[in-house]
């Protein structure tokens, strides 16, 4: 067989594969159309490490095991936020439950119900200096109460969104076109005023193939914008009161792959080992931080210096302190700029599950650390540590 036949064959396999939708290149041209002047193009291949030393990375270690009562028994913490003295702390079942920095339970953020005041769903909530915002996903409506629990206002949205995130200028909103009537709309992403005219939309999908998946948190603080990275995408988003634009495009010498009607792209991913985003970006001070599924075998961080955009992508990293134990970037939830300090939920090890881990945490940890990881009793009812911790400034 000559070279021209082999070459006309493979480029026939290559089109049908496109043409199926298996692959995704409406997908990947529409993220490329979106790079610009200002994009940063990471070469992540290049700059992969297999280990990083976490002493070269973290610094001042705390925890904080929030306190467990009848009242405040969380089922699956989802996220945690820090604002006005309060840990706001939400769990699977739509919870959100109020802790003082010391991790004394105060109360719950709100009554479910159909009362006034009352949530009746809470599909996600934000928080700034004066008040907290939440998501009521029943009502379609914004409720805001004072950090000390007093009740201020309901705001009806004129969509319907599952999840947000408050701005000084007004809002950002992820919609839910797929399952909710929001009309003709098919963006993914409304920008709004303080009360709710929109100033423009974004993201605009595939809705007769494409199933748009969900994640919480879907966005993150910038310095000055709004990070969003879009599921299954290679790119990091900063979204302003003006617009969007993407600040790093990753490279991977790989097909895209999403989920549709037609196939199970997630399927599909994780089968031939392509590259997709895993959690949304957090920007902790000049850092930015974005954990990846690489591949069906290997997990990694991607780590970005903003202000000289040195980056590295870490497989791995080496427990080399004795102030620290079983960190994850995946729990990481908030960065408080106050503080300088990225908030997130630590592992916790049981006497009656753990007794390797407890092994080489008694071998590698100071006594003090080594206490409030580890648990008498395998009482898995217990509420999380929250763990709280600044990044090296040197990093990289």
């Known amino acids: 067989m000559n070279r021209r036949l082999i070459y006309i064959l493979t480029m026939g396999i290559i089109m049908a594969s496109c043409s199926d939708g298996r692959l995704a290149p409406k997908t990947e041209q529409a ?3 979106d790079i610009s002047d200002k994009t940063v193009v990471l070469d992540v291949e290049k700059h992969m490490l297999d ?3 976490l002493s070269k990375l973290i610094k001042d270690v705390r925890y904080v095991q929030l306190e467990t009562s009848l009242d405040a028994c969380l089922t699956l913490p989802m996220n945690v936020k820090n604002a006005g003295g309060v840990l706001y702390v939400s769990d699977l079942d739509e919870q959100l439950f109020c802790f003082d920095q010391n991790g ?6 709100f009554q479910r119900g159909k009362g006034s005041g009352e949530v009746l769903r809470m599909y996600d909530y934000d928080v700034d200096d004066s008040l907290l915002y939440v998501l009521d ?4 409506a914004i409720m805001t109460y004072s950090h000390d629990g007093t009740f201020v206002a309901c705001q009806n949205l004129p969509f319907r969104a599952i999840s947000f995130a408050k701005q000084e200028y007004g809002y950002v909103f992820h919609l839910a076109p797929y399952s909710l009537n929001n009309g003709d709309n098919k963006d993914l992403i409304a920008v709004t005023d303080e009360k709710f005219n929109p100033l423009y939309t974004a993201f605009e999908y595939d809705a007769d193939n494409c199933i748009p998946a969900t994640r919480t ?3 993150s603080d910038g310095n000055e914008s709004l990070l ?3 599921i299954y995408g290679r790119s990091i988003y900063s979204i302003s009161e003006k617009n969007v634009e993407m600040l790093y495009y990753l490279s991977f010498n790989s097909p895209y792959y999403e989920q549709n009607k037609q ?4 399927k599909e991913a994780a089968e031939e080992g392509i590259y997709y985003s895993y959690n949304n970006p957090i920007q902790a001070g ?3 931080i974005q954990t990846f599924s690489t591949s069906k075998d290997c997990k990694g961080t991607l780590l970005i210096n903003r202000e000289s955009n040195k980056y590295v992508f870490i497989k791995d990293f080496v427990q080399d302190t004795n102030r620290i134990y079983g960190f994850s970037f995946e729990d990481a939830k908030y960065y408080d700029r106050k503080t300088n300090e990225l908030v997130g939920f630590a592992d916790t090890y049981y006497t009656d599950e753990h007794t390797d881990e407890i092994k080489e945490i008694k071998a590698s940890m100071k006594d003090s650390v080594a206490n409030i990881l580890i648990k008498k009793s395998a009482s898995f009812s217990e509420n999380p540590l929250l763990i709280f911790y600044r990044l090296c400034p040197d990093a990289i």
């Open 263 to 266: 196939y199970e792209g997630a």
């Open 228 to 230: 969003y990275a879009p």
């Open 286 to 288: 000049k850092f930015l």
């Open 217 to 219: 948190p879907y966005f």
């Open 104 to 109: 004394t339970f105060l109360r719950r953020a």
């Open 137 to 140: 996903g029943a009502r379609s």
């Open 31 to 33: 993220e490329r159309n």
């Open 51 to 53: 280990s990083f030393p």
